[in-house]
């Protein structure tokens, strides 16, 4: 909102709603093909596009799912650090003032997130994971009405700017920063709406009747207007409580101070909602590796085989040893990542980015066109298409602005040394 301002802000995040809404729409009916509702099921995203486009999107399809789906876990864990530092902050500022700078590092944070993550990582399969979406999805709402409070009481003190119509002036950053800048806001947004990646494997743990593909159009539109009535009061009682000094992170920019205890409450909200994101998000990624693995080693006991083990008072737990490699080899992977490229909004811009034109707008768009057999220069393909271009457009833009940003960052960057 600080970049886009008043007038964009509201416009770009409401058109990436319907955009997202819409081709969500047509990436639900790919669940099964060829009929979108007694077809074949399609178990996986990149199942649908071998059902329904083939060849080499295939395999571009799997790259460029499976390293967004990389790169998110990695954002997760900068975001995570960035709340636990800014609990710890919060408790240093309340008990020796704001005139102390309470340095902390991220690093340790970073290493207790993927610490738990590692435990949290032997969960089997999505099936399993259902009690950790509600938790997620509770402290989500949590934090974000914390925020709203904290924001809205904010406006109404005295002596501060409601920003502006166009967001950060240009004769303060200078034309050329000020395009860079809207362009990595775009990512932002982009990256708010990224759960196309996923949505064919979650669709896949529906239960029908009704089909599939008709709940998952109600929980899309559900999930869609209850996530951007949250967006826009954030983002906009956030603009107006901050003006163009906003943070980029509403509860952990300290643009508040107290009631220090509600803030550290968000912040632990932040990072318990993150930690079952994380999962939610990996779990097509190890199921991916597990599955291939599987198929080319069918006798080995090391990857096949479940060992179980009983926990006092806890009950029986599957455990297969490949997964737990596997797993904990990956979390450990993206912990170290996330040490070394700790830029918060400049990542998810990028992740944004590149996540968004071609799983969100390109393949449901090319896999709706295929399976309803609509012909090329039709008025129908023709919108569609045009729709796709457009937001290949926006996607290249929202991709420059983000690496120019990251590049300024690396201008002052210490490997393993991020302070905040």
């Known amino acids: 909102m600080a970049q886009l301002g008043w007038i964009a802000g509201p416009i770009v995040m409401l058109l990436f709603a319907a955009v997202t809404y819409y081709t969500s729409i047509l990436l639900a009916d790919c669940y099964r093909s060829p009929d979108s509702e007694t077809g074949k099921r399609n178990y996986t995203y990149m199942d649908a596009v071998k059902a329904n486009l083939g060849g080499a999107q295939i395999a571009i399809c799997g790259a460029v799912q499976y390293s967004n789906l990389v790169g998110t876990a990695i954002g997760y864990t900068i ?10 902050r919060s408790n240093c500022f309340h008990k020796h003032g704001k005139s102390d700078l309470c340095h902390v590092s991220n690093n340790p944070y970073m290493i207790l997130f993927g610490f738990i993550e590692i435990i949290l990582s032997q969960i089997p399969d999505f099936n399993k994971l259902w009690w950790l979406s509600i938790v997620a999805a509770v402290m989500s709402l949590s934090y974000s009405t914390i925020g709203l409070g904290l924001a809205l009481g ?3 003190e005295t002596g501060h700017s409601y920003g502006s119509a166009t967001g950060v002036s240009i004769e303060d950053v200078g034309a050329a920063q000020k395009v860079w800048l809207v362009f990595q806001s775009l990512g932002d947004v982009a990256f708010a709406y990224a759960f196309s990646m996923i949505l064919i494997e979650i669709q896949d743990t529906v239960k029908s009747p009704p089909p599939e593909n008709r709940t998952m159009k109600k929980a899309t539109l559900l999930g869609i207007c209850t996530t951007t009535t949250f967006y826009m009061l954030c983002g906009c009682l956030g603009y107006a409580a901050f003006g163009n000094d906003a943070p980029g992170n509403l509860l952990t920019g300290f643009g508040f101070y107290n009631p220090y205890w509600l803030i550290d409450f968000a912040n632990i909200c932040i990072v318990v909602h993150l930690i079952g994101a994380y999962q939610v998000f990996t779990q097509p990624i190890y199921a991916f590796t597990e599955n291939l693995v ?3 080693c069918p006798k080995s006991q090391f990857v096949n085989k479940e060992h179980m083990i009983t926990v006092p008072k806890f009950g029986s737990y599957s455990i297969n040893l490949f997964r737990l490699l596997w797993r904990t080899t990956f979390v450990v992977f993206t912990t170290l990542v996330a040490m070394l490229l700790p830029f918060f909004n400049d990542i998810l811009g990028i992740l944004g980015a590149t ?3 071609p799983l969100t707008v390109y393949f449901p768009i090319e896999m709706y066109i295929a399976q309803k057999k609509i012909a090329r220069w ?9 729709l796709s271009v457009i937001c290949l457009l926006v996607s290249i833009a929202a991709l420059v602005g983000s690496i120019e940003g990251v590049i300024n960052d690396l201008k002052v960057y210490r490997p393993f040394k991020t302070e905040y």
Do not use: R
């Open 79 to 88: 975001t995570s650090s960035i709340s636990m530092v800014a609990i710890s």
């Open 154 to 156: 904010k406006t109404t």
């Open 294 to 296: 599987k198929t080319h």
């Open 355 to 357: 996540a968004f034109w």
């Open 378 to 386: 039709t008025k129908k393909w023709i919108m569609l298409e045009t």
